[in-house]
């Protein structure tokens, strides 16, 4: 058998250790650091990091000032590289993701609050490996079809409630939630609505919790430590209440599916595919943890995402009224009348496609994509990029760049569709940055994308989607406003429409 020699292993760990300082210290006196603000002592840039508003556009402008598509700002023990340019991207987080597919640690929301176990939030590494394989087996991107009959069900659910709906995003958020809920655990209807109460509730404790700034503790790890008692530390207390809400929406549902498919009952989920699929042999226990995690992960990160891009949706239309116009001609020529759309007619809807696009490039949901965390030192463009940086990609710049999307800031879905009405290859599809990039992009685009196009298509043949009218009988202004930040996570604000029927109500029975 091979010995280990003691002494030498100690050496070779040695020479390793001692290599690692010297290529660190020989890579940042070679290469620079990418432009940026000028770093204070200490604190660096904790002040010009942005704090409020639009963060993607307070980025974009500093990459201008800068004139680099990549820049790079410190805030006490964090290092933040900023990549504004698709090529950037591409370059790193995709040519080189093996480097770039980690996420930072954060301590209010993945620590405290207990999500550093779900795969969103994990860093890459084999508990991340194993939730993502529970994700894509379960819900394979080949077979997107097997959830376009409960699309098509919630989606009728929704175009009943629009007509007379006097609260927009509450029925978007019960349309995303009551197909998700589907999806994930395969609880339906009436039986889903005390778990969607508390699913609410916890993704709007992450979203408090998530939001840049909110929590000092993530700049200050060790105030983590603070007794709960102690003045000021409000955030323990906050973060142990939240944590409780997590470990229900986590447990309940779950509970109810395994249940079922241990009586044979529960219907196709990601939960019951992957309890089915679970290997016997092994460490069951371990198993379960990562199939609640990745559970609960589809369930977070398909709501309020969906939700936003719907709500942008209709917001783009109200705004835009020739566009609905230019739609609702393409559905007349394709249905009979009295029908909806059903999947089988994508092929033959190109502009609903374009505004679906459209859609994601003009108010992407997530305009910094999710924060990426690079494992090793690397070189790019010259600059060093230190191991440990916080990678934040500008999906806005790359989809507002006026060589891609001329007029970017117009909503113009016309601009993927060739001379003859059909989507033009040569147009960069803004879906890929919209979802994320690399290793860590989006698992459940197939399903999002299914749900926007399904939603898209049967609101635009239902609806005329107009302002309300004031106590005068006239028009109001057309206008919509977006959650002004600061967030990582754009959605529009509540808003006032009509949806004037197209179609009979009893069209979506
Ligand atoms: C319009 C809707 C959606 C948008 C815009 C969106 C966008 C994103 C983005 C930007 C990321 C991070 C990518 C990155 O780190 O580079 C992400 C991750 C993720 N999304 Fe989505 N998403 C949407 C809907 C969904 C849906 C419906 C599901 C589930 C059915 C889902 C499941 C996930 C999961 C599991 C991850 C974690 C990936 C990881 O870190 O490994 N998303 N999404």
Not at 118 to 131: E, G, I, L, N
Not at 155 to 167: E, F, K, M, N
Request: net charge neutral.
């Amino acid at each position: 058998m091979l010995q280990v020699n003691p002494i030498n292993a100690l050496s070779l760990l040695f020479f390793a250790f001692v290599f690692t300082i010297w290529a660190r210290w020989r890579n940042s006196r070679q290469y620079s650091l990418p432009p940026g603000p000028r770093k204070l002592p200490i604190v660096g840039n904790l002040f010009d990091i942005p704090s409020k508003g639009y963060i993607w556009l307070e980025y974009a402008e500093m990459c201008k000032k800068y004139n680099s598509d990549i820049i790079h700002l410190s805030a006490l023990r964090n290092s933040i590289i900023v990549l504004n340019s698709a090529q950037a991207v591409s370059d790193l987080l995709e040519k080189r993701s093996s480097l770039y597919s980690s996420r930072p640690p954060t301590v209010m929301l993945g620590e405290l609050m207990g999500w550093g176990t779900t795969s969103v939030f994990r860093p890459y590494d084999d508990v991340w490996k194993a939730q993502r394989k529970i994700f894509i087996r379960a819900i394979p991107p080949t077979d997107a079809k097997r959830f376009h009959s409960k699309q098509i069900a919630a989606t009728h659910d929704l175009l009943r409630v629009l007509a007379h709906s006097d609260d927009i995003m509450k029925d978007l958020h019960t349309w995303a939630a009551v197909f998700i809920m589907d999806v994930t655990y395969g609880i339906q209807g009436e039986e889903a609505k005390p778990f969607l109460k508390t699913a609410i509730e916890t993704l709007d404790s992450m979203a408090i919790a998530g939001t840049p700034g909110a929590f000092l503790v993530d700049q200050i790890p060790i105030l983590k430590y603070v007794p709960e008692w102690f003045p000021g530390a409000d955030f323990k207390r906050k973060a142990r209440e939240w944590n409780i809400l997590r470990i229900k929406m986590t447990e309940d549902a779950y509970r109810v599916t395994k249940e079922r498919t241990a009586a044979g009952t529960a219907t196709s989920s990601l939960a019951s595919v992957a309890l089915k699929q679970m290997d016997l042999t092994k460490d069951i226990a371990q198993q379960e943890e990562l199939i609640k995690a990745a559970s609960v992960t589809a369930y977070g990160g398909g709501s309020d995402t969906t939700v936003a891009a719907l709500g942008a949706f209709i917001l783009a239309m109200l705004m835009n009224p020739h566009v609905q116009t230019e739609a609702q001609r393409e559905l007349d020529k394709v249905l009979a009348p009295g029908d909806l759309p059903t999947f089988n007619d994508e092929p033959d809807l190109p502009y609903i496609s374009a505004i679906v696009r459209e859609v994601l490039r003009y108010q992407p949901v997530t305009p910094l994509a999710f924060p990426h965390l690079v494992t090793e030192d690397d070189i790019y463009s010259g600059y060093l990029i230190p191991k440990g940086s916080i990678i934040m990609p500008n999906v806005w710049s790359i989809l507002h760049n006026e060589e891609d999307y001329p007029d970017s800031d117009r909503f113009n879905p016309s601009r993927y569709l060739d001379a003859n009405g059909n989507i033009d290859p040569n147009v960069k599809d803004p879906i890929g940055p919209a979802f994320g990039f690399g290793r860590r992009s989006c698992a459940g685009k197939h399903i999002a994308l299914a749900s926007l196009w399904i939603g898209v298509a049967s609101i635009l043949t239902c609806y005329r989607i107009e302002p309300e009218i004031d106590e005068h009988g006239n028009l109001m202004e057309r206008k919509g406003e977006w959650y002004p930040g600061p967030t990582l996570f754009n959605h529009p604000l509540p808003f006032k429409c009509r949806f004037i029927p197209r179609c009979s109500e009893d069209a979506a029975e």
